[in-house]
C-alpha cells in the first residue's frame, strides 16, 4: 500500500524560509518522479516543482530562484525548500508520486505568508 505525507507547513512571515518534507512508502521511490503542486483557496491546484527520477529538476516561473526540490532515495523523501516567502505563496502544498502516469497524493500541508 502507497503511502504520500508532507509535513513541514506552517505560518511564516513574508521573506521568511520553510521546508516541506514528503516520505513516502509502499513503492520503489527511487524509481518514481516527486513533484510539489499548490491549491490556494478559489484557485486551481497548480504545479510548483518537480524532480525526476534522474534528479533533473523544473519549477514553476513564480518560484524560480526562491524554492529549490531535492530528494534522498535513502530516506524515501522529498523536500521543498522555499526561501524569500511571499503572501502569494499561501496554499495547501500537496506532494505527488508519480510512476508512468499512475500517480499518488498526499494529504497536504498548509503554508500561510503573513506578517
Known amino acids: 500500500q502507497v503511502q504520500v505525507v508532507e509535513s513541514g507547513g506552517g505560518l511564516v512571515q513574508p521573506g521568511g524560509s520553510l521546508r516541506l518534507s514528503c516520505t513516502a512508502s509502499?513503492?520503489?521511490?527511487?524509481?518514481?518522479?516527486m513533484a510539489w503542486y499548490r491549491q490556494a483557496p478559489g484557485k486551481q491546484r497548480e504545479l510548483v516543482a518537480r524532480?525526476?527520477?534522474?534528479?533533473?529538476?523544473n519549477y514553476a516561473e513564480s518560484v524560480k530562484g526562491r524554492f529549490a526540490i531535492s530528494r534522498d532515495n535513502a530516506k524515501n523523501t522529498v523536500y521543498l525548500q522555499m526561501n524569500s516567502l511571499k503572501p502569494e505563496d499561501t496554499a495547501a502544498y500537496y506532494c505527488?508520486?508519480?510512476?508512468?502516469?499512475?500517480?499518488?497524493w498526499g494529504q497536504g500541508t498548509q503554508v500561510t505568508v503573513s506578517s
Open positions: 509502499g513503492m520503489a521511490f527511487s524509481s518514481y518522479f
Open positions: 524532480i525526476t527520477s534522474g534528479g533533473t529538476t
Open positions: 505527488n508520486a508519480d510512476f508512468k502516469r499512475v500517480g499518488y
